[in-house]
């Protein structure tokens, strides 16, 4: 199984970035994706989450962040709007399956966003 983000770099604040995680290995149809991010000296935290039906983002970026995803392509994407100095951090993907298929978990390498002024 492999998870390859993509889509970080440098922005200024007020910019936006889209990432992309492309998924392999899997079947990914039934698949629970979900961002997270690491910020220098912090823990990993949840950004954004999406299954089947649903999908999720944290206060932090909510009406800012949009997680979606294509199963045709096995991606699942990311827009980053209005991006904010305390947005920079290490974004990685993150694969669960369901509990009935074994709640087998999977990371991404992770790929740098850095907004500065």
């Known amino acids: 199984v492999q998870l390859v983000e993509s889509g970080g770099g440098l922005v200024q604040p007020g910019g936006s970035l889209r990432l992309s995680c492309a998924a392999s290995?899997?079947?990914?149809?039934?698949?629970?994706m979900s961002w997270y991010r690491q910020a220098p000296g912090k823990g990993r935290e949840l950004v954004a989450t999406i299954d089947d039906f649903n999908f999720r983002t944290e206060d932090s970026v909510r009406g800012r962040f949009t997680i979606w995803r294509d199963d045709v392509v096995k991606k699942v994407y990311m827009q980053m709007n209005n991006l904010k100095p305390q947005d920079t951090a290490v974004y990685y993907c993150?694969?669960?399956?369901?509990?009935?298929?074994?709640?087998?978990?999977?990371w991404g390498q992770g790929t740098q966003v850095t907004v500065f002024p």
């Open positions: 993150h694969a669960r399956a369901s509990v009935a298929n074994g709640g087998a978990e999977y």
């Open positions: 290995g899997l079947t990914f149809t039934g698949y629970h």
